[in-house]
């Protein structure tokens, strides 16, 4: 129940398309959903987090769905850019500071 | 402002060696993780500490794996014996109290991690 199931496990887009990664989770109590960008040889770094009391937040080209009910969230690339081709790690946290991470998706973007 | 520090970067040795490795948090941080990163497993979190006291040690695999944080700007992991299997990237990362900022969660700053070969 403390996992959080993220897929596709690669990803490849076009420059200028739309990347879409998607996470799900079963544990109702988790009221925190970060993404996390990493770029080769670096650590993690936060990208966008949303809170389960709004269905949508967005940060320039990037987008976070949420789906209460359906237990769902997404990461939204618009635009996507060589830039931007990195892993991405969604995560949820029930109000602690232990984060639950995905398994990472790799996105890479051609230009 | 120097973000998360880790040393070494890359370590290779030899299995039943002892290895440590380093962490020195963003000033002033107040949580401290230790995460190990494989393709297989992904991100793991391996124990965390809040002002220098261990909160959660559950995702430590083994006896062999300890960590320590003897002063709010030190910590260290250490693996004895080393196998090959616990070859790995090993990340520190370090964050604020929430309740302080009034944010309900802060970000986690994370080191760009040790390479971890056993051979």
């Known amino acids: 129940q403390q996992q959080v199931k993220q897929s596709p496990q690669s990803l490849i887009v076009q420059k200028g398309g739309i990347s879409i990664i998607n996470c799900a989770y079963e544990?109702?109590?988790?009221?925190?959903f970060p993404w996390y960008q990493q770029f080769p040889g670096k650590g993690p770094a936060l990208l966008i987090a949303?809170?389960?009391?709004?269905s949508e937040k967005k940060e320039g080209r990037f987008t976070i769905s949420f789906n209460k009910s359906a237990k769902q969230f997404s990461l939204h690339i618009m635009d996507s850019q060589p830039g931007d081709s990195a892993t991405y790690f969604c995560?949820?946290?029930?109000?602690?500071?232990?984060?639950?991470f995905g398994t990472g998706t790799r996105l890479q973007v051609f230009p | 402002d120097a973000g998360v520090i880790q040393s070494p970067r890359h370590e290779v040795t030899e299995m039943g060696q002892e290895v440590t490795l380093r962490c020195k948090p963003i000033?002033?941080?107040?949580?401290l993780f230790w995460y190990r990163q494989t393709m297989m497993r992904g991100l793991e979190l391996l124990i965390y500490?809040?002002?220098?006291?261990?909160?959660?040690d559950s995702g430590m695999p083994e006896d062999r794996f300890s960590a320590k944080m003897p002063n709010a700007s030190f910590s260290t992991l250490k693996i004895q014996p080393s196998e090959p299997r616990d070859s790995a990237v090993y990340f520190c990362?370090?964050?604020?109290?929430?309740?302080?900022?009034?944010?309900?969660?802060?970000?986690?700053?994370f080191g760009d991690g040790t390479r971890l070969s056993i051979l």
């Open positions: 000033s002033g941080h107040d949580y």
């Open positions: 949303i809170r389960p009391d709004v």
């Open positions: 995560a949820a946290s029930n109000n602690t500071d232990k984060l639950i």
């Open positions: 990362a370090s964050s604020l109290i929430p309740l302080v900022t009034g944010a309900t969660h802060q970000p986690q700053h």
């Open positions: 544990n109702t109590a988790f009221d925190y």
């Open positions: 500490f809040n002002n220098n006291v261990p909160i959660d």
